[in-house]
């Protein structure tokens, strides 16, 4: 029996802090394609996984239907209920995801599922993460906007990837 030769492609898999990414392309002007995205890094490796960390507000059917056409096109979408922070008067300060550690914690059981990380995502509460899978052996490519990327993720990531550079490839087309 031949065997077929081995791929050459490294395993890929993408973490994408939503948030991070929306205020990101928000400054830069223009949106994601998210189904582009995918595409992109579908073909820098062999694909093993696509997760999107989210907020959400339940009542929201627009927000609801965006997260259901990301499942269809291949992303796995985790949410959790956004977290509003009312001071004394009752009046709404913060809305929290919180997302950090439950994104950190997939990636580290994941680990044995990829050979490179792409982390979209600026937020400097990563490094560790980073620093952890470059410990072992896991090439990491961090994707954000300049202004929205932590010098920290810069320093300690195999690569940093500013969305700018990749724009004609990833940007949503206006109708």
């Not at 965006?66 to 009312?86: D, N, P, S, W």
């Not at 600026?122 to 010098?151: A, C, M, N, T």
Request: net charge positive; proline share 2%.
């Amino acid at each position: 029996m031949i065997k077929a030769p081995p791929t050459s492609k490294k395993r890929v898999a993408i973490f994408i802090d939503a948030a991070n990414i929306f205020y990101s392309t928000q400054t830069l002007g223009w949106k994601l394609d998210y189904q582009k995205f995918l595409d992109y890094w579908k073909r820098k490796g062999r694909f093993t996984g696509a997760y999107f960390y989210t907020a959400v507000i339940s009542t929201r059917t627009k927000q609801l239907k965006f997260y259901k056409a990301l499942e269809k096109i291949g992303y796995e979408v985790i949410t959790k209920e956004l977290k509003v922070i009312r001071d004394r008067r009752n009046k709404i300060t913060v809305h929290k995801g919180n997302f950090d550690v439950k994104l950190a914690m997939d990636v580290v059981l994941k680990a044995k599922k990829f050979d490179i990380a792409v982390l979209a995502s600026g937020d400097s509460d990563f490094e560790p993460l980073v620093k952890y899978l470059r410990d072992i052996q896991k090439k990491v490519i961090v994707v954000s906007s300049r202004g929205h990327i932590s010098r920290e993720l810069i320093k300690c990531a195999n690569q940093y990837l500013p969305l700018e550079r990749i724009r004609d490839e990833v940007k949503k087309d206006i109708l």
